[in-house]
């Protein structure tokens, strides 16, 4: 029933309505937009300065435009495009962990307001926009299916004044990209697993004794992606 | 600070998924706090969570959902003004219990509502939710905590001073992981009372008649 898509772009039937004069009939609803002008050229503001100030390449990057242009212009249109590709994902992550289908409208609701909100907390030096959105939608579940407090650690003592280095950022997002890739290419039954795993349906005892977990191509990509997140550390 | 005991790959996994119970959460926060290489490893985990949702296959939502989103986030920014970043300053620095646990004692290690569990030990269960309990321990400088084993996993967290047993010694930062049915005794150093924070997963069984009369007073 769930797989992974290769393409991903939903063919859904779609209805060109105007919200408040935001056209949300956009041809393609699940690719961030190209950019017109290099985002991190326009937008370098030092005081909010979480972002990048120079444009990187690829998906994960574009998706970061979309932010950027959320945090600076609460830019209704960039937000649309957003929830239409990540709206759909999770509601599907909520179902997945028990909610029905109302429910876990409302929480996906819940989860891209939140993105709106916090936009300016977004570190592409820690995450990619997918991965932010990840831990935005499981610490929702956790709060309304689970209905626990949700402890999270303690941030990192960086001042306002944090700029993230660049180099950091491109890294990561590619580095995103690539453990996506290494995924998708995983056989279908594996694929499932990690999907499981992830999503919360196996429990930590499942999950210890998963020996077996297959993350065997993805593990030497999580070692990447864990390298350039130490630096990222070290640096800052 | 050194720490050379860590959280396993498979707790960091389960606390990425947001399967744990809440004290098991709040141990992993906790160790986390102090600890750059598991926090860097908990981004990693997060991210395969991040390319999983990317790649996964959405449930259709419908346009009134966006429609009440779209509302949502405009009445808000009427009420709060554009966008900024929140996050208010960590409360100052507590040499003892990082944000996590501050926010679980209600302060700082000051606040902590001791009460004695014999032989000079101390505890404080924390409320949390769940089929895990979470409790602070203050065990007197050079003291023992009584004999116990227990069932599912018990994790100790050392917070101040230093304890050790038969698997080694702890200090600050370090979490003992001691698998079902392992027997230890946990002796303090010297220098100082020691103060963790410990979690199990079952009740405890400890060896000796009178702390096991004790038990069901102490709520452990």
């Not at chain 1, 393609?28 to 002008?37: E, I, N, T």
């Given at each position: 029933m769930w797989e992974f898509i290769f393409d991903p772009i939903p063919k859904r039937p779609r209805n060109p309505v105007m919200y408040g004069g935001v056209d949300t009939s956009k041809p393609d609803d699940s690719a961030p937009p190209a950019r017109s002008v290099p985002a991190f050229d326009r937008i370098s503001r030092r005081r909010q300065g979480r972002f990048m100030s120079r444009p990187t390449e690829g998906v994960a990057a574009d998706w970061i435009d979309v932010i950027i242009r959320i945090r600076d212009h609460r830019d209704e249109t960039a937000?649309?495009?957003?929830?239409?590709?990540?709206?759909?994902?999770?509601?599907?992550?909520?179902?997945?962990?028990?909610?029905?289908?109302?429910?876990?409208?409302?929480?996906?609701?819940?989860?891209?307001?939140?993105?709106?909100?916090?936009?300016?907390?977004?570190?592409?030096?820690?995450?990619?926009?997918?991965?932010?959105?990840?831990?935005?939608?499981r610490n929702r579940k956790i709060d309304v299916l689970r209905r626990q407090r949700r402890p999270e650690p303690e941030d990192l003592p960086w001042g306002p004044e944090h700029e993230p280095d660049q180099a950091d950022a491109i890294g990561l997002q590619q580095e995103s990209e690539h453990l996506g890739e290494a995924i998708a290419s995983l056989p279908r039954k594996q694929r499932e697993l990690i999907e499981k795993a992830y999503f919360g349906e196996l429990s930590h005892t499942e999950i210890a004794q998963q020996t077996g977990l297959p993350l065997g191509t993805i593990k030497s990509r999580i070692r990447l992606a864990l390298e350039r997140l130490r630096h990222a550390m070290d640096r800052s | 600070m050194t720490i050379n005991h860590h959280l396993t790959d498979d707790l960091i996994r389960s606390y990425s998924a947001g399967i744990l119970p809440e004290a098991m959460d709040l141990i992993v926060a906790t160790h986390i706090s102090l600890c750059d290489e598991c926090r860097a490893a908990l981004c990693a985990q997060d991210a395969v969570g991040g390319a999983v949702l990317e790649r996964a296959r959405g449930e259709a939502v419908s346009d009134a959902c966006l429609d009440r989103t779209l509302a949502l986030i405009r009445g808000s920014d009427r009420a709060a003004g554009p966008a900024?970043?929140?996050?208010?300053?960590?409360?100052?620095?507590?040499?003892?219990?990082?944000?996590?646990?501050?926010?679980?004692?209600?302060?700082?290690?000051?606040?902590?509502?001791?009460?004695?569990?014999?032989?000079?030990?101390?505890?404080?269960?924390?409320?949390?939710?769940?089929?895990?309990?979470?409790?602070?321990?203050?065990?007197?400088?050079?003291?023992?905590?009584?004999?116990?084993?227990?069932?599912?996993?018990?994790?100790t967290m050392v917070l101040?001073?230093?304890?050790?047993?038969?698997?080694?010694?702890?200090?600050?930062?370090?979490?003992?992981?001691?698998?079902?049915?392992?027997?230890?005794?946990?002796?303090?150093?010297?220098?100082?009372?020691?103060?963790?924070?410990?979690?199990?997963?079952?009740?405890?069984?400890?060896?000796?008649?009178?702390?096991?009369?004790?038990?069901?007073?102490?709520?452990?």
């Amino acid at each position: 029933m769930w797989e992974f898509i290769f393409d991903p772009i939903p063919k859904r039937p779609r209805n060109p309505v105007m919200y408040g004069g935001v056209d949300t009939s956009k041809p393609d609803d699940s690719a961030p937009p190209a950019r017109s002008v290099p985002a991190f050229d326009r937008i370098s503001r030092r005081r909010q300065g979480r972002f990048m100030s120079r444009p990187t390449e690829g998906v994960a990057a574009d998706w970061i435009d979309v932010i950027i242009r959320i945090r600076d212009h609460r830019d209704e249109t960039a937000f649309v495009t957003l929830f239409r590709h990540f709206a759909p994902r999770v509601k599907a992550f909520l179902m997945r962990s028990g909610a029905d289908a109302a429910l876990a409208e409302e929480c996906a609701q819940d989860v891209m307001a939140t993105v709106w909100h916090k936009a300016a907390q977004f570190d592409p030096t820690r995450a990619s926009v997918a991965t932010w959105i990840f831990t935005i939608a499981r610490n929702r579940k956790i709060d309304v299916l689970r209905r626990q407090r949700r402890p999270e650690p303690e941030d990192l003592p960086w001042g306002p004044e944090h700029e993230p280095d660049q180099a950091d950022a491109i890294g990561l997002q590619q580095e995103s990209e690539h453990l996506g890739e290494a995924i998708a290419s995983l056989p279908r039954k594996q694929r499932e697993l990690i999907e499981k795993a992830y999503f919360g349906e196996l429990s930590h005892t499942e999950i210890a004794q998963q020996t077996g977990l297959p993350l065997g191509t993805i593990k030497s990509r999580i070692r990447l992606a864990l390298e350039r997140l130490r630096h990222a550390m070290d640096r800052s | 600070m050194t720490i050379n005991h860590h959280l396993t790959d498979d707790l960091i996994r389960s606390y990425s998924a947001g399967i744990l119970p809440e004290a098991m959460d709040l141990i992993v926060a906790t160790h986390i706090s102090l600890c750059d290489e598991c926090r860097a490893a908990l981004c990693a985990q997060d991210a395969v969570g991040g390319a999983v949702l990317e790649r996964a296959r959405g449930e259709a939502v419908s346009d009134a959902c966006l429609d009440r989103t779209l509302a949502l986030i405009r009445g808000s920014d009427r009420a709060a003004g554009p966008a900024r970043d929140t996050r208010k300053p960590d409360a100052p620095h507590d040499p003892v219990l990082p944000a996590p646990l501050r926010d679980y004692v209600g302060g700082s290690a000051d606040a902590i509502r001791w009460r004695p569990v014999g032989m000079g030990v101390k505890q404080a269960v924390l409320r949390t939710k769940g089929d895990a309990k979470a409790r602070l321990l203050r065990i007197p400088a050079g003291a023992a905590m009584p004999d116990h084993s227990h069932r599912g996993i018990e994790l100790t967290m050392v917070l101040k001073g230093a304890y050790s047993d038969a698997d080694g010694r702890y200090a600050r930062g370090d979490i003992e992981i001691a698998h079902e049915d392992l027997h230890h005794t946990p002796v303090a150093d010297v220098g100082e009372d020691c103060i963790c924070l410990a979690v199990n997963e079952g009740p405890l069984r400890f060896k000796g008649i009178l702390p096991r009369l004790a038990q069901p007073f102490l709520g452990i």
